[in-house]
């Protein structure tokens, strides 16, 4: 079955300043890969998603990119706020594959300092 | 309402107590899906449904977990006879359509004494 890899498992930044995250998978059949965050005892909240026939995608301060060739996805934030503070997990599926659950990476815990 | 609906938010059971925790989907979303999330975790799958039929169940840890969806909406997720170690955050999650994206509640936190 599909593994999914998460890294750094924490990460702490000053405000306005950047935050990557990146993710590996094994399943080279996996074609969506979205990107969840979850707040403390909140539900995990889709921000952003990208399957594998684009590379890259945009939503203001948020990006992500995808490497089909080596198996690997990251986050991108930019002017990070104190709000962006969160668990972030990436996830990987095959869908039309039979195979639709969603395998999660094991987080990754965001402090943006003020 | 608007998003995934689930109840309780919180259950506490003593071992050995059957349990049921409820998902009331999107309106219209015809996918749903059970996960798992340990404390510190992310969230693993049980099992998911398409409309009423039950499509995938490989992730039940047990045959002591059992989930239905009679009606194509409503889905309840029963664990028989629970024990310390199923303790846990349990999510639910809708989608318009399998290969859509996937939309989730605020979970049941369920603790075994």
């Known amino acids: 079955g599909e593994n999914v890899e998460q890294h750094p498992s924490t990460l702490s930044v000053q405000e306005g300043d950047s935050a990557v995250i990146k993710c590996t998978y094994s399943d080279s059949a996996s074609n969506y890969f979205p990107w969840y965050k979850q707040e403390l005892g909140k539900r995990p909240q889709l921000i952003i998603d990208i399957r594998s026939n684009v590379g890259e995608k945009k939503d203001q301060r948020i990006a992500v990119t995808l490497n089909k060739t080596a198996k690997h996805f990251s986050l991108h934030i930019t002017e990070t706020q104190p709000e962006d503070s969160a668990v972030y997990f990436c996830?990987?599926?095959?869908?039309?594959?039979?195979?639709?659950?969603?395998?999660f990476g094991k987080g990754t815990k965001l402090s943006v300092i003020p | 309402g608007a998003g995934v609906s689930q109840s309780p938010r919180y259950k506490v059971a003593k071992r050995g107590q059957d349990v049921a925790l409820r998902c009331d989907p999107i309106?219209?979303?015809?996918?749903l899906f059970w996960y798992q999330q340990a404390l510190g975790q992310g969230p693993e799958f049980l099992t998911y449904?398409?409309?009423?039929?039950?499509?995938?169940k490989s992730g039940l840890p047990s045959d002591r977990f059992f989930a239905e969806r009679p009606e194509g909406s409503v889905s309840t997720l029963k664990i028989q006879r629970t024990q310390q170690e199923d303790s846990a955050v349990y999510l639910c999650a809708s989608s318009l359509d399998l290969n859509q994206p996937q939309h989730f509640g605020d979970g049941t936190r369920l603790s075994i004494l």
């Open positions: 449904f398409q409309n009423e039929a039950q499509l995938d």
């Open positions: 996830a990987a599926t095959s869908t039309g594959a039979g195979s639709y659950q969603l395998t």
């Open positions: 309106s219209g979303h015809v996918s």
